[in-house]
Structure formats: C-alpha cells, structure tokens
C-alpha cells in the first residue's frame, strides 16, 4: 500500500509539472530552440524523425545559442524547451543558472565541427586574410600603428589601411549578435588569435585576463561590424545584393550557397569540409545540443529524437548531415557521445 501511495504521489508530481500528453495544457512535440548554425543540422534530424517515427515533427527556433540556453535554463515543464542546439559549450554561468531553476540534469551531445568563415560574393574577388587583418580590423581598440604598448580607437577604415596586400575597401562585415555562440566562437578564435600576434596583448592574459579578454572579444561599434541577426540566409542575401561586404556564419552555410557565396582563407588555409575535419582551418569549432533529462519520460519522442540524430547514418562520415556541411567527430568520439546518450549520461561540472 505505501508503494500505491507514493507512485501515486510520484504520478501527481508529473502531472503537475508537465500536464498530460494529450491534455491542451501538455505537450505531445519537441520543442527545440537554439543556435543558428546547428539549426540546419537540428531541421534535417527532425524532418527524418517526422517521417520514419510515429511522433510529431519537433518543432525547432533559431534564437542563437545564448537566448537558446537562456530559454532552456528558465525551468523544467511543457512550458520550457526540451532541448536546446548550442555553437558553443554551455558556460559555467548558464549551467549555474539552469540548476538554481530545477534544470540539475543535463544531458550533453556534441554533434561534430563547423568552421566559422569570413565570406564574400562570388561577384568579388575571395580575401586572403589572416587572423590577425582581423583583429585589427574589427576590434573596438587596436595597438596605435605609431608602435609602443598603447590603444587607440580603431582608425581603420579599409582593408588596404589594415594590410597593404589586401583591397582599397572599406571594411563592412556583416556579423552576428552578442547571443549568437557563432559570435563567441568568432572573437574567441579568429579576433583573440589575431590579437596574440602583439606579444603584449598576449602577455596581458597572465597578468589580467579581464583586460585582456576586453581588448580581444570587443567589437566595433562605429559601423564597420553590422550585426545582422541570427538568421545567416540573409546575410548571404545581403552579401549578394553587396560585393564589397563580407558575413560571418558557420561553414554549413557556406557549403549550402558556394553558388552565390566563397570562404575567405584565413592564414593562407581555405575554409573546405577537408580542412577543417583534419584541424587545418584555424577558425573551427565543436557543435552541441543539450536536452533536459527530466522530460525524457515525459515529453513524447525525445529517447527516439537522440537515437536518430546519434546514429551512424546521421552524423556518420556517410551520413546525411555530412551532406549538409556537418564535420563529423573522428569514430572514437562518436562512440563515446552516443554510449553517453543511450546511458543517458548527465553533465556534473564542466571540467
């Protein structure tokens, strides 16, 4: 009897948090927000789903990885996203804030790699640039070109003024926001890797890194970098209607639009699907999404959602999302994140 009582208790407590499945205040879909850049990846996974499963297609929304993980950690119930597609690895204060609103149990998936790239129309001539052109060229403050150890507000206005070997353009970059893990991973690797080229800059990561991350992961605002939202498809719209301008976004989106759109090399590597799968490309990064554990038994599909996102003819060397511009993780880091998946392995720290 006092078994009943306490699955009756247990079965109250799902309810309460979550509605029934069939209920018009539950949930009987997964609800998936998140990256940009995943997002293509995420929409071919969920058509699949849809047609070879009896469950719903999930419903998937682009609002960049930080409003994804922002919306994700609010709280567990039918109300809060399942899972959410992240370009970037969850932060310590995200993860943080997701415990302190009953989100304790995180299943982490990393899916493969992408390459950011700087990309232009094909109408133009591609840029050779490195990753310093891109430091001094989009960072709010640079070294004075005078020399000496000291800042100034960015004076350039061309890439001829940056590197006297590149075009007499003027720099305009569409990019994306401050929420976008596209963005993170962007002044992360290329702006912070151009600015260690002053061995000054570099040596100020010792001795004060809130400086040093200032210097590095500061954009202009003056109207050189124009964020563009999360929506990449428009800035390779805008990138055609503009042969002068250069976007930011993931390789996915590059390989989907070589018609319209080509890579810039960034020190002297070209952004290709070979390139960055062996480490080459200097800008590249490893992809996620995260999904709640507590609605695993409760939202309809999710185990089956894993299962064919995690599976060989998905995110495989051969797999479909391949085809999409995916870079898939070497088979031994494959084994290890879909073993985790069907364990359904949770997150205890970021370490």
């Not at 999930?58 to 709280?75: N, R, V, W």
């Not at 399942?82 to 970037?88: E, G, H, L, M, V």
């Not at 010792?206 to 954009?219: E, F, G, L, R, S």
Request: glycine share 8%; aromatic share 10%; net charge neutral.
């Amino acid at each position: 009897m006092r078994k009943f009582f306490t699955l009756m208790a247990v079965v109250f407590l799902m309810i309460a948090l979550f509605g029934s499945a069939s209920a018009g205040s539950g949930r009987d879909y997964i609800n998936i927000v998140g990256s940009s850049t995943v997002y293509p990846f995420a929409t071919v996974v969920a058509e699949q789903f849809g047609k070879s499963t009896s469950f719903k297609t999930p419903k998937i929304e682009s609002t960049g990885s930080g409003g994804g993980l922002k919306l994700f950690c609010a709280g567990v119930g039918v109300e809060h996203p399942d899972i959410t597609n992240a370009s970037r690895r969850i932060k310590q204060s995200e993860f943080d804030r997701c415990a302190q609103n009953g989100v304790k149990e995180i299943i982490e998936v990393k899916i493969g790699y992408d390459g950011i790239v700087l990309a232009n129309s094909k109408k133009a001539a591609p840029l050779k640039l490195t990753r310093k052109d891109i430091f001094l060229a989009l960072a709010k403050d640079v070294p004075d070109p005078k020399g000496g150890e000291a800042l100034i507000p960015n004076p350039y206005k061309t890439w001829k003024d940056v590197n006297p070997s590149l075009p007499d353009k003027a720099i305009e970059v569409l990019g994306p926001p401050p929420t976008s893990g596209t963005r993170d991973a962007f002044v992360e690797l290329a702006m912070e890797g151009g600015a260690k080229s002053f061995t000054w800059i570099k040596a100020m990561k010792k001795k004060d890194k809130k400086a040093y991350k200032a210097i590095c992961h500061t954009v202009r605002e003056d109207g050189a970098y124009v964020e563009a939202g999360e929506n990449d498809n428009l800035i390779v719209q805008k990138l055609e209607a503009n042969p002068n301008a250069l976007g930011i976004f993931g390789f996915s989106f590059l390989d989907q639009n070589l018609d319209k759109v080509q890579g810039s090399y960034v020190d002297a590597v070209e952004p290709t699907f070979e390139n960055i799968a062996e480490g080459q490309y200097p800008v590249s990064r490893p992809l996620f999404f995260y999904v709640k554990k507590a609605h695993v038994n409760v939202i309809p599909g999710i185990k089956e959602y894993l299962v064919e996102f995690t599976s060989n003819k998905a995110w495989g060397p051969e797999g479909y999302l391949s085809e999409k511009g995916l870079i898939p993780m070497p088979d031994t880091e494959r084994k290890e994140f879909h073993d985790s998946v069907n364990a359904l392995s949770t997150l205890t720290s970021l370490k």
